[in-house]
């Protein structure tokens, strides 16, 4: 199973790097890839994963001064193909994501 999750931080630097590290703790440990700036596809084995990841982005993100807004798909099982994603990435990053997408 997997999910993509993004976020968007109102912040300058220093404080929209230290959000995003917080944010990206939150998916420590999970086999992830980030194929664009803030856009995370992630693996997990249970829903109990997934909703303890949400937990904890949706603690970050309201316990920051500046606004943070996230947003996560509904968990996707692994039967997509790399055929289903559409765009433009660098080559290595399609392997990548076929790791974690099927």
């Not at 703790?25 to 803030?38: H, W």
Request: charged share 20%; hydrophobic share 35%; glycine share 2%.
């Amino acid at each position: 199973m997997y999910f993509i999750v993004s976020w968007d931080i109102s912040a300058v630097e220093p404080q929209w790097s230290r959000i995003d590290e917080q944010m990206r703790n939150c998916l420590r440990g999970f086999e992830s890839i980030r194929p664009v700036n803030t856009y995370y596809i992630v693996k997990v084995n249970s829903k109990q994963q997934y909703e303890d990841i949400n937990t904890c982005l949706l603690k970050v993100a309201q316990a920051q001064t500046a606004t943070v807004h996230y947003i996560s798909t509904p968990l996707q099982s692994l039967s997509h193909s790399i055929s289903d994603f559409k765009g433009w990435l660098p080559k290595d990053q399609f392997p990548k994501i076929t790791a974690i997408t099927s």
